[in-house]
């Protein structure tokens, strides 16, 4: 009996330490398990600037399913003086920003004494636009706001230059780099600094709406890769050439790798493997292990073909927004989104997958920011904790408990310890965590301890500050997602138990931890996410890191 009331006890400090936006129920159930911490070498790593996100061109009447959800989000309207997109970009400090999408293959630059037309709808042209035009002058407004923001920019370039279209949407010919070309010199000139240029954008295998042969990319992704050379001779630094943009397919990538191994830095893969956004079981796929499970394939398997063919080309995901067709209002923009993204950032990176760009910073709705008022969604707060505990060390990991919790470790960003990501995919069930690791300091060999004192361990708990009676060297500190109100379609977040809102001048919210013994179980709450930071637990592969 007496176990049967600690275990109570635990459930009742957990609620009223979430706060009334947990999920906690009467039907919820306890259950324990063990992640394992392979401490001895890395199995990955990451760019130090994993996160990225992504601008398109879609005007505002670009429309899915009779909803219109693009706004004044696009690369050529979005509004550059709204104070909280500004200090969203600048919290990561660096955000890589990769502008591109569908339409960048009908996109021609502006040059003197040539028209530049507006992108405008017509049913006759693939993808329901016509052509449209990047002008010079907004060109070097985005320019001077990525600069003030802090951001690197990739730049997707349109590769159906000087090509034909035949039936059965084959692009044949060579591309005609000039128009590119112009810009990128125009780019230089003007002194904006561009960290990669992108050639293209969904061309691969069967591509969307067009198709270029894999011979034929790789020949084209030469060329620009020689005039990027040409226009930044005597710069020390000069921007990535990254390719193909589009979706795996592993024979076409295959062919595109072995014929531009020389010229590509960074292969890009696109990742929309939960279907439509019109799916009205999305959710369902998004809290089933196995389906999440699946997406480790096209990760794996572009790893393994960058390793046979010994290029020093590294792996990217360009662009990732779940479910096509611009997502599903309150789902791919609610806090449920933030399981399917958090689990995308850490099944990636096992795979030395460099960096993830999300689809979209705004836009859609799949954007980190909301798309009229540009207030974060959930997933902002996601990157951005991701982005600020996750180090470039990635971590073998593995959780002996129930396959409804997620877990990924990395060494974390700032100090030698380990940072856990733990995701709770289960509504009725919290999930006491014990972690074990080899070859930890102090002769510890951290397998956790029975949680025998946890009514008085938890009680001590305290929202951002130090717990009592225990030094600042035996805690660690841990950061509690959950949905407001326990709605998963809840576009507001709660962390630690305070909502997370930005004020009346647009800053971005400090992002606080509670701090918790080093020896007790990390509580995972139903339907929630833990980011737990262990500041002092030295292990080798993190020692190697540094």
């Given at each position: 009996m007496g176990s049967f009331f600690s275990l109570l006890f635990l459930g009742i400090c957990i609620f009223f330490w979430l706060g009334k936006d947990s999920v906690f129920g009467a039907s919820q159930s306890?259950?324990?398990?063990?992640?394992?911490?392979?401490?001895?070498?890395?199995?990955?790593?990451?760019?130090?600037?994993?996160?990225?996100?992504?601008?398109?061109?879609?005007?505002s009447d670009k429309c899915d399913y009779g909803t219109c959800s693009w706004g004044r989000s696009s690369i050529l309207n979005l509004d550059l003086t709204n104070p909280i997109l500004l200090n969203a970009i600048k919290a990561f400090s660096p955000l890589k920003i990769r502008i591109g999408g569908t339409l960048q293959d009908k996109v021609i630059y502006e040059r003197q004494g040539q028209p530049c037309p507006s992108f405008s709808k017509n049913s006759s042209e693939m993808f329901g636009f016509s052509q449209g035009c990047l002008p010079m002058s907004r060109w070097n407004e985005l320019n001077t706001f990525f600069k003030r923001a802090g951001a690197a920019v990739i730049f997707g370039l349109n590769a159906l230059n000087g090509r034909k279209m035949i039936s059965g949407g084959s692009a044949v010919g060579a591309w005609d780099p000039s128009d590119a070309e112009s810009l990128i010199r125009y780019t230089v000139n003007k002194g904006h600094k561009i960290h990669g240029w992108e050639l293209g954008n969904e061309l691969s295998g069967n591509g969307i709406g067009a198709r270029v042969a894999a011979a034929q990319y790789a020949s084209d992704l030469n060329t620009l890769q020689n005039i990027v050379q040409t226009i930044y001779s005597g710069f020390e630094a000069k921007p990535l050439i990254l390719g193909p943009g589009g979706f795996f397919d592993a024979n076409w990538f295959a062919q595109f790798i072995d014929k531009a191994s020389e010229s590509v830095q960074a292969v890009t893969q696109h990742i929309y493997n939960l279907g439509p956004g019109v799916d009205n079981h999305l959710i369902d796929k998004i809290l089933d292990p196995s389906y999440l499970d699946g997406g480790s394939q096209a990760f794996s398997k572009l790893e393994g073909i960058l390793t046979s063919t010994g290029t020093k080309a590294v792996a990217w995901v360009g662009e990732a927004g779940g479910a096509y067709n611009s997502g599903h209002n309150l789902v791919t923009n609610a806090f449920v989104f933030s399981f399917w993204y958090l689990d995308q950032l850490g099944m990636s990176s096992i795979y030395n997958t460099k960096t993830y760009c999300r689809q979209t910073l705004i836009g859609g709705n799949y954007g980190l920011l909301n798309t009229n008022t540009f207030v974060p969604n959930p997933d902002y707060y996601s990157?951005?904790?991701?982005?600020?505990?996750?180090?470039?060390?990635?971590?073998?990991?593995?959780?002996?408990?129930?396959?409804?919790?997620?877990?990924?470790?990395?060494?974390?960003?700032?100090?030698?310890?380990?940072?856990?990501?733990?995701?709770?995919?289960?509504?009725?069930?919290?999930?006491?965590?014990?972690?074990?690791?080899?070859?930890?300091?102090?002769?510890?060999?951290?397998t956790g301890k029975e949680y025998t004192s946890g009514q008085a361990n938890f009680a001590k708990i305290s929202r951002g500050s130090a717990i009592e009676s225990v030094t600042d060297e035996n805690i660690r500190e841990e950061y509690h997602l959950t949905a407001k109100d326990g709605d998963l379609h809840s576009q507001t977040v709660v962390l630690n138990g305070k909502v997370l809102v930005v004020d009346s001048s647009g800053a971005i919210p400090s992002l606080e931890p509670i701090k918790a013994s080093f020896n007790d179980l990390i509580i995972v709450a139903p339907f929630s996410i833990v980011f737990a930071h262990i500041a002092?637990?030295?292990?080798?592969?993190c020692v190697q890191s540094h």
């Open positions: 306890i259950q324990g398990g063990t992640v394992f911490i392979n401490g001895t070498a890395s199995v990955a790593e990451t760019d130090h600037d994993f996160i990225c996100a992504t601008l398109d061109w879609w005007p990157a951005l904790l991701w982005h600020r505990l996750m180090g470039r060390t990635v971590l073998s990991t593995t959780f002996s408990g129930t396959k409804k919790l997620r877990a990924y470790a990395h060494c974390s960003k700032a100090t030698q310890g380990i940072t856990l990501l733990l995701i709770n995919l289960d509504g009725n069930t919290t999930v006491q965590v014990r972690v074990s690791t080899t070859h930890v300091d102090r002769n510890l060999t951290w002092n637990l030295t292990i080798p592969a």
